[in-house]
């Protein structure tokens, strides 16, 4: 059984660097899938941040592009958000999710998800 | 980007009513459209997928219909379990996006 869990600082200060782990057990990811980062914030609701395959190809929303890098740790069965500069706008709870099946690359819907970190921007 | 329109945002309803939620896409996304459940503190839970396909372990009062860009969600006989935020996402093409949700609580 697939699972996931997201870890993290819950605090993060104006201007500096939100990083987030998402452990994934019950599978490697090495195998496929384009794991993705999800946010969701009082003020936009659910939004897609990206999402990388195992061979760490990446593909990330234009809203973030220019902050955020998703990398992969095979040797340790997890994938990473990094998302630089932020602001009291990138408050929220960022989930890490599975997509159902490899068949369709990037454009999936998301069948698992871990249970979410609350990440509070403020000085 | 595709933007979806959920509507109703929130909607009271009685147990054993039949609740209906429509998710409207900004341009065809054939039927590449899931329906997720989310209640208070937890993460958001798979229902449908492919517009109508229902994920293994739903219960079947649950279902969804619709292509395009039209879309409808529907829960026959409401039961007290069911009170929770409701949303869409397309995955027709990236960026992937969600609907802003629908609030379903009791009447």
């Known amino acids: 059984q697939v699972q996931l869990q997201e870890s993290g600082p819950g605090l993060v200060k104006p201007s500096e660097t939100l990083s987030l782990t998402c452990a994934v057990s019950g599978y490697s990811i090495s195998s496929g899938y384009y794991w993705g980062w999800i946010r969701q914030s009082p003020r936009k609701g659910l939004e897609w941040i990206g999402s990388?395959?195992?061979?760490?190809?990446?593909y990330y929303n234009p809203s973030f592009k220019s902050r955020v890098t998703i990398s992969i740790d095979r040797s340790k069965n997890q994938f990473s958000l990094k998302l630089s500069s932020v602001t009291a706008a990138d408050t929220g709870v960022y989930y890490c999710?599975?997509?159902?099946?490899?068949?369709?690359?990037?454009?999936?819907?998301?069948?698992?998800w871990g249970q979410g970190s609350m990440v509070t921007v403020s000085s | 980007d595709i933007q979806m329109t959920q509507s109703p945002s929130a909607l009271s309803a009685s147990i054993g009513d039949r609740v209906t939620i429509t998710c409207q896409a900004s341009?065809?996304?054939?039927?590449?459209l899931s329906w997720y459940q989310q209640k208070p503190g937890k993460a958001p839970k798979l229902l449908i997928y492919d517009a109508s396909d229902l994920e293994t372990g739903v219960p079947s009062r649950f279902s969804g219909s619709g292509s395009g860009t039209d879309f409808i969600f529907t829960i026959s006989s409401l039961q007290t379990e069911d009170i929770a935020t409701y949303y869409c996402?397309?995955?027709?093409?990236?960026?992937?996006?969600f609907g802003g949700g629908t609030k379903v609580d009791i009447k």
């Open positions: 990388i395959f195992h061979s760490g190809s990446t």
């Open positions: 341009q065809d996304i054939s039927n590449y």
């Open positions: 996402q397309q995955y027709d093409s990236v960026p992937l996006t």
């Open positions: 999710a599975k997509p159902i099946t490899m068949l369709r690359g990037v454009e999936d819907a998301f069948d698992i």
